[in-house]
């Protein structure tokens, strides 16, 4: 669906079937002295180039250059973006973030959804997926209260300390004002998260643990499962690197009932943060608790495939306040990019980049300690891992952002005090090896 | 939809404000959705039942009877505790519009208080409160 301007003769027709001469004449309604009437406090208007040479300008304050190294993770990921990617998602008939207000006109934008959704559902092993949230944390909240929901007796929800810090706010933002809370797993000083502890954790209605984990670690899902099943409480996975599953075995595959993630790292700009896009997807038993859109496929009344708004009777404006989630729309453009994304790579494709960021993860790790950093865990990990500095270490940091565009690592001091000095680094397929050699005799 | 007068509401069990119907069976109650109900909501896709075990208070929201066009809460007409539900409902949820008296009912319910189905409506009540 085109989105246009209307032109003065559409107003002008427009006006007319409302009985109106202007526009000013449609807010007779309100008091006047309720109207502004001076003009607003704002700067000239630009022309053109001059408001192009200020963007700009600002721009330029960010750091951002175009050749720059990153050696961060934490849930904001540096991948290589086929050209295929921009060119298709760039045609104006994706350009919303909504799924059409009227769906069955769209059946192209459906289409594409429907494909996102049963490309999300064989990544991660799961019967359904919706058409996407806004990013991994409020996927995650909404799967939290899922759980919730569904066990009356408990007000908490047990996530692991290792679930990203911001995920885990998210999570308190949506829930606390409910009533309900987190009970944080502590991690174990192998660098995961702590099965006995959560054992011993009564009252809980779900279990949350991300893996790979926030250190970058390798979660054992069958153990938490097991407690799961053991208390009878549903089991919810999150992820914010979605690529790992080109290597790994999906989250299905150990019987989680929900699976939250972060699909940045499917062909969408870091984008300074975000948007990002939000993936959600559950066993069928509970297709009718999950909030948010779901595309269906369907017979018209010719027998032809069609794309349909499915399960929409669960939704706010029909369910008022007893709707599961005041969600009603998704993040539908980068949904079509992680489509396209999932497309272009394929099965052999993603089993290849995500070799890749684990080999090259290795291999930087291996640099690291050459050059004097100590490694945090030994277990099993992805592409991203935690290490101990140096002395002076911060310094050179700083001087290889300003100097050398290269982003060395992230300081955890704000997340876990406890961990003094500790960074976590990471590696994607966009290092090389030159650029990891160059990194370890910088840092040296 | 159908008109009032054509409404299949029998004599041999009670009516609720909120259009479902009980009962009594031996020990049991019986409950389920009536005629208006199933009819008013179109064609039924989805039944949400509680589990066997579940104890209600009278008037308490049980479940939820999804149609193609809307979701509605079902709100249990007695007290007491569940002891069987319709679990041919999850395969076959039409089966509320075919036969919401017979092959339709939502579940058993162990009564603590008997005596509540006196307050329920009988058909002539029923009939009236639908005429308004």
């Known amino acids: 669906m085109r989105y246009l301007p209307h032109t003065k003769d559409d107003i002008k027709s427009m006006l007319k079937v409302a009985g109106q001469e202007n526009l000013d004449d449609l807010f007779n309604c309100i008091p006047d002295d309720l109207k502004i009437t001076e003009s607003l406090d704002l700067p000239q208007s630009l022309s053109e180039w001059e408001l192009n040479s200020h963007m700009e300008e600002l721009a330029s304050l960010n750091i951002a250059c175009k050749n720059y190294k990153c050696f961060m993770g934490a849930g904001s990921y540096d991948h290589y973006i086929p050209a295929i990617i921009p060119y298709l998602i760039s045609r104006s008939e994706f350009m919303t973030a909504y799924t059409p207000y009227q769906p069955e006109v769209s059946q192209g934008t459906l289409q594409g959804i429907y494909e996102f959704q049963t490309m999300v559902t064989e990544l991660l092993g799961m019967d359904i997926a919706t058409a996407s949230h806004y990013d991994c944390g409020t996927a995650l909240a909404e799967a939290c209260l899922i759980a919730l929901r569904q066990n009356k007796k408990a007000n908490k929800i047990a996530v692991s300390a290792l679930t990203h810090p911001s995920h885990r706010q998210i999570i308190h933002t949506y829930i606390s004002p409910a009533g309900y809370e987190i009970v944080e797993i502590p991690y174990t000083k192998e660098g995961l998260t702590d099965v006995k502890a959560l054992e011993a954790m009564d009252d809980i209605a779900g279990i949350a643990v991300q893996s790979p984990n926030f250190f970058g670690n390798i979660e054992d899902l069958s153990a938490f499962k097991a407690v799961a099943d053991a208390k009878k409480v549903l089991f919810i996975t999150s992820f914010t690197e979605a690529l790992a599953f080109g290597l790994l075995k999906n989250p299905g595959s150990f019987g989680a009932d929900l699976v939250a993630g972060e699909g940045q790292s499917l062909g969408i700009a870091k984008s300074f943060g975000g948007p990002g896009l939000g993936l959600l997807a559950g066993t069928k038993k509970q297709m009718r608790n999950l909030p948010g859109r779901l595309i269906g496929k369907t017979k018209d009344a010719n027998g032809d495939d069609g794309f349909v708004l499915t399960l929409a009777t669960r939704e706010q404006h029909i369910r008022r306040e007893k709707a599961s989630s005041n969600i009603c729309s998704n993040n539908g453009l980068n949904a079509m990019t992680a489509a396209v994304y999932l497309a272009t790579v394929g099965k052999i494709g993603i089993r290849e980049i995500a070799q890749q960021n684990h080999d090259k993860a290795v291999y930087l790790k291996a640099s690291l300690e050459k050059a004097g950093f100590e490694s945090a865990f030994d277990t099993p990990f992805f592409n991203e891992f935690l290490m101990k500095a140096p002395a002076g270490f911060e310094q050179k940091r700083a001087a290889l952002i300003n100097d050398k565009c290269t982003f060395a690592g992230i300081c955890l001091d704000k997340f876990y005090p406890e961990l003094k000095h500790h960074y976590l680094f990471c590696a994607t397929e966009t290092i090389s090896k030159k650029d990891i050699d160059q990194l370890a005799k910088e840092v040296q | ?132």
């Open chain 2, 1 to 132: 939809m159908k008109e009032i007068n054509d409404l299949s509401l029998p004599d041999d069990v009670k009516y609720t404000k909120s259009h479902e119907w009980a009962k009594l069976s031996g020990d049991i109650v019986i409950i389920g959705l009536n005629d208006y109900a199933q009819d008013q909501l179109g064609e039924i896709v989805f039944v949400e039942l509680p589990e066997t075990g579940d104890t209600f208070s009278k008037d308490d929201e049980f479940g939820s009877v999804e149609s193609v066009k809307a979701v509605s809460e079902i709100y249990i007409p007695i007290s007491g505790e569940i002891v069987e539900i319709n679990e041919g409902l999850e395969d076959a949820p039409e089966l509320v519009n075919e036969s919401c008296y017979d092959n339709g009912w939502l579940v058993k319910v162990k009564p603590e208080n008997i005596s509540e189905l006196d307050d329920l409506m009988d058909k002539g009540e029923y009939l009236n409160m639908l005429k308004g």
